[in-house]
T-cell receptor, first 111, second 113 residues
Framework: RKEVEQDPGPFNVPEGATVAFNCTYS??????FFWYRQDCRKEPKLLMS???SGNEDGRFTAQLNRASQYISLLIRDSKLSDSATYLC????????????FGAGTRLFVKA | NAGVTQTPKFRVLKTGQSMTLLCAQD?????MYWYRQDPGMGLRLIHY???????AKGEVPDGYNVSRLKKQNFLLGLESAAPSQTSVYFC????????????FGPGTRLTVL
């Protein structure tokens, strides 16, 4: 079983739709969680960190469920520019230096 | 600030050839990483460094060596390239304190024939 698993998609949604991605992790000692965005043929860039209490940044909401060991990303009012691959990332700490990335979920937003 | 830069951007090698990929960061970050990204596999950690002069193995270190002689540079070497090393290589850096956000370079696309 992979340490971090994501549905690869693709998710095809119309503009304005709400879409949600989940990411499961296997190490219960994981302490830091992130969502990265990666555009085609570009490097990953941090979209948002995921906090225990959940957090929101504009149209994006991230949540953590430690009991079930998954994190989620909700995108509201999807834009064409949201089309990308979304990678979840999990880090085990303290003292852990390795971030494990999921394989990514591909999102296509169409007009 | 340039952030994280990688050279070269593209390279084609023949099996058995060697090469070095260079990663440089100007953010005074302590931690640096080398990943490879293959279709359907996500980012896999090759080697990493938590400070100048230190390196450690990641998930897929075989066939690669690294060096961190200067804090700002992290070199990835392929001693004898194999077709299985065809991939996109990303370097990343991180402050080493607090946020844990990784900043990535633009990647190197390597093809081994």
């Amino acid at each position: 079983r992979k340490e971090v698993e994501q549905d690869p998609g693709p998710f095809n949604v119309p503009e304005g739709a709400t879409v949600a991605f989940n990411c499961t992790y296997s190490n219960s000692a994981s302490q830091s969680f992130f969502w990265y965005r990666q555009d085609c043929r570009k490097e990953p860039k941090l979209l948002m960190s995921v906090y225990s209490s959940g957090n929101e940044d504009g149209r994006f909401t991230a949540q953590l469920n430690r009991a079930s060991q998954y994190i989620s990303l909700l995108i509201r009012d999807s834009k064409l520019s949201d089309s990308a691959t979304y990678l979840c990332a999990v880090r085990t700490g303290p003292g852990g230096f390795k971030t494990i990335f999921g394989a990514g979920t591909r999102l296509f937003v169409k007009a | 600030n340039a952030g994280v830069t990688q050279t070269p951007k593209f390279r084609v090698l023949k099996t058995g050839q060697s090469m070095t990929l260079l990663c440089a960061q100007d953010m005074n970050h302590e931690y640096m990483y080398w990943y490879r990204q293959d279709p359907g596999m996500g980012l896999r950690l090759i080697h990493y460094s938590v400070g100048e002069g230190t390196t450690a193995k990641g998930e897929v270190p075989d066939g690669y060596n690294v060096s961190r002689l200067k804090k700002q540079n992290f070199l990835l070497g392929l001693e004898s390239a194999a077709p299985s090393q065809t991939s996109v290589y990303f370097c990343a850096s991180e402050t080493g304190t607090g946020a844990n956000e990784q900043f990535f370079g633009p990647g190197t696309r390597l093809t081994v024939l």
